[in-house]
C-alpha cells in the first residue's frame, strides 16, 4: 500500500511541553546545557535543542524539538556527520531532516564535534562527544541579527557553509582519531558525502532521498522488537510539502474505513503501563504531520485522512481512547491503575488530541 499526502503548513497546538531552564548565553556551553532550553541575550531569547546524532532515530531527538515549539524562535545544534568509530556506527544528516525542521520553523545549526575519547569498551570505538562551543554560540549569535525565516537561513547554510562544516568535521576526526589512537571510519565516504553537497541543494536532496526510501523499505519489510501491533499492517507514506522535501515514512498500521483512512503511529512498552514520554512525544511529531495532511492518496484513490497515536502495553486492562466521554475516560484511567503522574500526563494528551484533531487510542496487547 503506497500513501500520499502534501503539507502545505503546519497548523498544531503543543500542550505537552515541558518547562524550559533559562540559560544566559555568557554561560552557555551546549556540551553541558539540558537537551532542551531558553537562552538569553539581553532582549534575545530562543529556544535551543540539540542532537547526540544527525540520525533521527536515535536518543528521541523528536522529543527534544518538540519541547521547544512553543517558544516563537527555536534552534536545533545537529552534528553534521557522527563517527563512533569503526566498530561503531557512522551517520550522516539527511536532507529531510532539514526540510522537517524547516516546516516546523525551526534554525538549524550544523555543527561538528572537535573533542572525544576513547571507549574503554571497545577497541575502536569513541565516546563523551564534544561540540565546537565557540562556533556554536557564533552561529547564535547570527541568528539574533537575521529577520528571515528558518527556511531561508537553513537553505542558505546548506548552499554556503554546510561543506565548510564538513572540512571541519573531516579534520577534527583526523585529530579525534590521533589522539586517541581508535581506528575510525575511512574518510573517503566523507569526501563522498561533501561532493553530493556542493553540486548543489537538488542532488543533496536526490542523494538523502535516496537513502531515505531504502531506508524506507528495510522498515517495511521488518517489524521492531518494541512495536506490538494487531495486525502488522505497514505501509509506506511519502510526505511532500511546500519547501520541496519530501518525507519517507513508515506507517505502523494502516486502517481504512469508507471514504477515511486511518494513519496509526504506534509506541509499545513491555515493561511499564505506558512507553516513555521521550518515546510518545517522538510520535507526537509524527501526529503534527499526520494531522495537517490534505490531498491524500491511498494507491492513486483520494481519501480522507486521520491520526491516530496508539500506545500499548500488556499492562493495560482497559482499552480507552480520546473519543471517548471525560467522564467514561476518567473510569479507563481509574481502571488501569494509572498514578496520578500518569493521569495529569494522559489528560493533557487526550487534549492535545482534541485541539489539533487526532485521535490517542490506549490498549493492552492482542
Not at 25 to 52: Q, R
Not at 344 to 361: H, I, R, S, T, Y
Amino acid at each position: 500500500m503506497n500513501i500520499k499526502g502534501i503539507i502545505t503548513g503546519i497548523k498544531y497546538k503543543v500542550i505537552l511541553s515541558e518547562d524550559l531552564k533559562i540559560v544566559d548565553i555568557n554561560k552557555f556551553n551546549i556540551n553541558k546545557v539540558p537537551p532542551f532550553c531558553l537562552l538569553k541575550d539581553g532582549n534575545y531569547s530562543f529556544a535551543v535543542s540539540k542532537w547526540v546524532s544527525p540520525k533521527r532515530t536515535r536518543s528521541y531527538p523528536y522529543e527534544r524539538v518538540y519541547n521547544t515549539l512553543n517558544i516563537s524562535k527555536k534552534i536545533t545544534v545537529i552534528p553534521v556527520i557522527k563517527d563512533e568509530g569503526f566498530d561503531g556506527d557512522r551517520d550522516f544528516l539527511q536532507w529531510d531532516t532539514i526540510s522537517l525542521m524547516s516546516l516546523l520553523d525551526v534554525f538549524v545549526i550544523f555543527a561538528y564535534y572537535n573533542k572525544a575519547t576513547k571507549n574503554p569498551d571497545y577497541e575502536n570505538k569513541i565516546t563523551n562527544f564534544q561540540f565546537d562551543n565557540k562556533y556554536i554560540v557564533s552561529k547564535i549569535k547570527e541568528i539574533e541579527q537575521y529577520h528571515s525565516s528558518a527556511l531561508h537561513w537553513n537553505l542558505n547554510e546548506l548552499n554556503n557553509n554546510l561543506h565548510n562544516i564538513v572540512d571541519k568535521t573531516k579534520k577534527s576526526y583526523s585529530k579525534i582519531e590521533k589522539q586517541t589512537g581508535v581506528l575510525l571510519h575511512n574518510q573517503n565516504g566523507i569526501d563522498n558525502y561533501k561532493k553530493k553537497i556542493v553540486k548543489d541543494v537538488f542532488d543533496f536532496m536526490e542523494f538523502s532521498r535516496e537513502k531515505a526510501q531504502k531506508a524506507q523499505l528495510r522498515e517495511m519489510l521488518t517489524t521492531q522488537p518494541k512495536e506490538s501491533l494487531p495486525t502488522n499492517t505497514k505501509a509506506k507514506i511519502t510526505i511532500t510539502n511546500y519547501l520541496g522535501g519530501q518525507y519517507f515514512f513508515t506507517v505502523d498500521e494502516v486502517f481504512i474505513e469508507k471514504d477515511t483512512v486511518y494513519l496509526i503511529e504506534c509506541k509499545h512498552s513491555k515493561q511499564s503501563i505506558l512507553p516513555s514520554k521521550g518515546d510518545i512525544k517522538d510520535g507526537l511529531i509524527k501526529m503534527i504531520l499526520y494531522s495537517n495532511l490534505s490531498e491524500v492518496e491511498v494507491d492513486g484513490k483520494h481519501m480522507k485522512s486521520r491520526a491516530v497515536l496508539q500506545l500499548t502495553s500488556p499492562k493495560i486492562t482497559k482499552e480507552f481512547s480520546s473519543e471517548i466521554p471525560v467522564w467514561e475516560r476518567g473510569n479507563c484511567l481509574l481502571l488501569n491503575n494509572f498514578s496520578q503522574e500518569q493521569i495529569w500526563f494522559l489528560d493533557a494528551l487526550m487534549n492535545e488530541a482534541g485541539e489539533n484533531g487526532f485521535v490517542v487510542k490506549i490498549g493492552g496487547v492482542t
